[in-house]
């Protein structure tokens, strides 16, 4: 076991570690912080999304004791006490919840996306979304919450 310091949501964390633990395997199974989810194991489906330095990536295939001195953001984290980001408040909104298993990726993804372009066209929405799947929807309803969480953010 080997401690590190990991800063998660703006908390710092001191964590015993194996080598070999992924940064998800730490945020769900030690720190107990369950939203971000477990899909594939293998970076292709996106639901273990977290910010980290503000780029979305895939918390189950980078090593917990490569972001020691990174700023990473979870899905609890995206929201200022009760107060939801207002990517989160346009995916209720816009109906782009059907079983949830994916919306934390979704959602983090959208975040990275609409804090580097503000006015992204669908194009550039549907680009950021490849590496996020969702099986439940065609996709419309979680790129028209993008759509309106950047109108929405436009205004702020």
């Known amino acids: 076991m080997k401690e ?31 939203g971000t989810k477990f899909g594939c194991g293998t970076g292709d489906c996106g639901a273990c999304k977290v910010l980290i330095d503000g780029v979305a990536k895939n918390s189950c295939t980078i090593l917990a004791k490569n ?11 995206l929201s200022n006490g009760e107060e939801l980001h207002p990517v989160q408040k346009a995916f209720i909104e816009a109906g782009a919840i059907q079983c949830g298993f994916c919306t934390p990726g979704m959602v983090i993804t959208s975040v990275a996306l609409l804090s580097n372009n503000k006015q992204p066209t669908r194009k ?10 969702c099986r439940c929807t065609g996709y419309i309803k979680i790129i028209e919450a993008i759509e309106l969480a950047s109108l929405k953010m436009k205004g702020e």
């Not at 015993?16 to 940064?23: C, G, S, V, Y």
């Open 4 to 34: 590190i310091s990991l800063k998660i949501n703006g908390r710092n964390y001191k964590i015993a570690i194996e080598d070999k633990w992924t940064l998800l395997y730490v945020l769900r199974d030690v720190l107990n912080l369950t």
């Open 67 to 77: 972001v020691e001195n990174s700023n990473i953001i979870t899905i609890e984290g």
């Open 124 to 133: 550039e929405i549907l680009d950021a979304l490849d590496n996020n799947i």
